[in-house]
């Protein structure tokens, strides 16, 4: 089975860091493009962060560049998002997405809640 599991959000000050974990299965990961996206409260969902096949190349929404990095480990399938210097407006919930280029195909995680808050 298909699975994108999501871990590592939770309750953090503003100024403080995180890093999401998404392990996946089921595929074969190496092939797909992989995600994260956001959706706060009351906005809608958004990309945060892609990191693309082949080189591990990433990019970053112009609201998180700078602080936010992404990466994959191939040997653990897993993608990480380290996100540091946050800022309440980054609280959402944050999903892992998995893309297959030139398909329609997306795998999704169940989300893993981030809330930035003193």
């Known amino acids: 089975q298909v699975q994108l599991v999501e871990s590592g959000g939770g309750l953090v000050q503003p100024g403080g860091s995180l890093r999401l974990s998404c392990a996946a299965s089921g595929f074969t990961f190496s092939s797909y493009v992989m995600r994260w996206y956001r959706q706060g409260p009351g906005k809608e969902r958004e990309l945060v962060a892609a990191i693309t096949r082949p080189g591990g190349i990433a990019n970053y929404a112009d609201s998180v560049k700078g602080r936010f990095t992404v990466s994959r480990d191939h040997a653990k399938n897993t993608v990480y998002l380290q996100m540091n210097s946050l800022k309440p407006e980054d609280t959402a919930v944050y999903y892992c997405?998995?893309?297959?280029?030139?398909?329609?195909?997306?795998?999704w995680g169940q989300g893993t809640q981030v809330t930035v808050s003193s």
């Open positions: 997405n998995a893309h297959l280029p030139f398909t329609s195909r997306d795998y």
